[in-house]
């Protein structure tokens, strides 16, 4: 679906957790000299304007990361980090797609290849990511995926995160971790998931659970941000789990309960 543009939901909770996640795993892999692969399947545009007419119509950033970055996140927290460097060279209002979060982390060592089809979103992609040396594909980010893998360097990170508009996305992707989690056994996989009032998600959920099974499961539940809104949480499946995120995500999850109880 070419429909989908993130700048409606930039800096909402599910970026959050899913960021905050995907910062505090980029901060461990990058501690060690070795080179590493970084991949997105569904990168978006890279950089958002939360005063944009599309972020202010929906509100999602005031009650997202606008409302428990300072809270939430110590200024030596990975997360917190890469978003003031970015803010600093983009404004107070700019807010960081995981393609600019993760170039705060990466080094001339490493490698960056990010997916998107969207043709406008690609475009903005380009010029957010000018001068990173991240190779950028309108192509299939799943199929691309499948055929980078395993990469070189072997060792790096995979995150995929579609938009979940076509329901048949659930299936594609229960099959798509196993499959890619067998051509690249030692790399990171990290699936973001929304989780919705239908229950949609679970089939996917149970399904990678059975296939994978010594991976982590993340998930956290937050207020719908209106009336009507069917996401009431999000998680992250992450095959290869970095050592000590179980940590971070227990610490993470007791902010987002706060929410809720």
Request: charged share 20%; with cysteine; net charge positive.
């Amino acid at each position: 679906m070419l429909s989908y543009q993130h700048l409606y939901h930039a800096g909402n909770l599910a970026d959050v957790q899913k960021h905050a996640l995907l910062c505090w795993m980029l901060n461990y892999l990058t501690h060690k000299d070795k080179p590493l692969s970084y991949f997105e399947s569904h990168a978006g545009r890279g950089l958002y304007d939360l005063t944009a007419r599309e972020a202010a119509k929906t509100g999602e950033a005031e009650k997202g990361v606008v409302m428990v970055l300072h809270d939430w996140f110590g200024n030596d927290h990975p997360y917190r980090r890469a978003l003031d460097a970015i803010r600093e060279a983009h404004g107070n209002t700019a807010y960081a797609g995981s393609p600019l979060l993760a170039a705060e982390f990466l080094r001339p060592q490493d490698s960056s290849t990010l997916c998107e089809l969207h043709p406008q979103e690609v475009m903005a992609l380009r010029m957010a990511m000018k001068g990173s040396g991240a190779k950028i594909l309108q192509k299939d980010g799943i199929e691309t995926a499948q055929s980078w893998c395993p990469p070189s360097p072997r060792r790096g990170l995979l995150l995929i995160d579609p938009s979940y508009e076509v329901k048949s996305d659930y299936d594609t992707m229960a099959r798509a971790l196993p499959a890619l989690h067998r051509k690249w056994n030692v790399g990171v996989i990290a699936l973001w998931y929304p989780i919705l009032i239908s229950g949609v998600q679970q089939g996917m959920v149970k399904s990678l659970k059975a296939s994978l099974p010594d991976a982590l499961c993340h998930e956290v539940r937050f207020p719908p941000v209106r009336q009507g809104h069917k996401m009431i949480g999000s998680g992250m499946f992450i095959v290869n789990a970095p050592f000590g995120i179980a940590d971070e995500m227990k610490r993470l999850g007791r902010h987002f309960a706060n929410l809720v109880s």
